[in-house]
């Protein structure tokens, strides 16, 4: 009785290294199921993505459409700790990757797959992400990274190699010339890298930008949105030019993608720390979540207790250093995320921005759960200001200091059990 072969799980795309990647893996030995994720990729066409992998020898394609889930337990998991790495990057590509894996974990368990491969470089921060996040939601499953593989490297040294392959096996490739750059993308973002962008001083192309128009090329008239968050989770959106109202959580964040990328809203051109200990340029779209990050902070400036934003702080750096570095799965993220739910519990209420050419301008927020008093803080004592006398360098007048702060929250407590 012959021995049954290996199952694998392989993450597809459908591009030129996967389509090889999974080739390769049928010839090498393994039954190949491929899984391709819907998180929201622009003009992807999946039914040729699953006709292709199929072509290739994969048992079967499995699409599943995350952009729900992406959105309701990643990408709003980030907006709720104003999460950003090393100051600039809002993690577009480092987010997606845990609901990918996740969702691969599932596929491989049903279908009965005991490996999961993927076609990350050894030089990149993806191959750790898989890799952890897997892991972490299955300790029996087995890895295989070809891109790590001695053979493997040394069939493929290049571009070429791989085409040669592809026309010896009949594998179809896109006619379409390759960009002088690689592109990732999904409804949180947009990211370019590599080919002519590794020269740091070589500028973006503008024909290349997906999400947004230039500022310069954004309409001349502002434009004003009202956003509504429940626990530091955005839940409605009124666009107060034109009356537009949305609930829906997806809907809601397509809708700041496209009405922030339309004013110029979210493009940065960075050199980032890669955890594989490489320095990386990247030029990113991130209309919608530079938009929501915006209203976001401001929410939290009228609602959240000083203390507790200023530790907030720091956890929110260490969940965008977690999250980047492919540990989401992780104890110590577990114990971040419960940590930030907390600190959300009276960021609600609403944010009103005006959009223009580039620029988000907060002009007025609310909040039933208000930390700020107008009348303390009023300095105009005759119409109406609390006399709030202090002397900073006396301990009366720092207990009096902290004991305004106290109260306050102690009321706002008080009120919710009411």
């Not at 309409?219 to 530091?232: L, N, R, Y």
């Not at 009405?259 to 490489?278: C, L, Q, S």
Request: hydrophobic share 40%; with cysteine; net charge negative.
């Amino acid at each position: 009785m012959a021995e049954s072969k290996p199952k694998l799980l392989l993450a597809y795309s459908g591009g030129l290294d996967t389509s090889v990647i999974l080739k390769w893996l049928s010839e090498k030995g393994f039954e190949v199921v491929a899984f391709c994720a819907n998180v929201g990729q622009f003009e992807e066409d999946f039914a040729a993505v699953k006709a292709k992998a199929e072509s290739c020898g994969a048992l079967k394609c499995v699409i599943s459409d995350l952009r729900k889930d992406f959105v309701d337990n990643y990408v709003f998991e980030g907006i709720k700790c104003n999460a950003i790495y090393e100051g600039r990057y809002l993690l577009g590509t480092s987010i997606a990757r845990p609901c990918i894996a996740k969702e691969m974990i599932r596929i491989a368990n049903e279908e009965g797959c005991t490996y999961i491969g993927h076609g990350a470089t050894g030089k990149g921060n993806d191959q750790v992400r898989f890799e952890m996040c897997c892991q972490a939601l299955s300790p029996t499953i087995q890895c295989v990274a070809p891109w790590r593989d001695a053979e493997f490297i040394e069939s493929f040294k290049g571009r070429s190699d791989l085409l040669a392959y592809c026309e010896k096996h009949s594998i179809p490739v896109d006619a379409k010339p390759k960009a002088n750059y690689s592109i990732d993308e999904n409804l949180f973002h947009t990211s370019y890298e590599s080919g002519m962008l590794e020269d740091a001083m070589c500028g973006p192309e503008e024909s290349m930008f997906k999400m947004t128009v230039s500022p310069q090329r954004a309409p001349d008239a502002s434009e004003k949105i009202q956003i509504e968050f429940v626990k530091g989770v955005p839940t409605k959106l009124i666009n107060k030019n034109d009356g537009t109202e949305i609930t829906d959580s997806l809907e809601l964040f397509l809708y700041c993608n496209k009405i922030a990328g339309k004013h110029g809203i979210g493009r940065i051109d960075i050199v980032e720390n890669r955890f594989v200990g490489i320095k990386s340029r990247g030029v990113y779209e991130t209309p919608g979540g530079t938009l929501l990050r915006a209203a976001h902070l401001d929410l939290e400036g009228i609602t959240m207790d000083r203390e507790v934003k200023r530790i907030s702080e720091y956890l929110a750096s260490e969940f965008a250093r977690l999250c980047y570095y492919g540990f989401w799965f992780a104890p110590e993220m577990e114990l971040i995320r419960n940590s930030i739910e907390f600190s959300q519990r009276d960021v609600t209420g609403l944010v009103e921005m005006e959009l223009y050419k580039g620029n988000v301008t907060i002009v007025g927020r609310q909040s039933p759960k208000a930390l700020y008093n107008a009348d303390l803080a009023s300095m105009d004592i005759e119409g109406g200001g609390d006399a709030f006398d202090y002397n900073p360098a006396d301990a009366n007048g720092f207990i009096r200091i902290n004991a305004v702060r106290l109260k306050t929250y102690a009321a706002l407590r008080a009120k919710d059990s009411e």
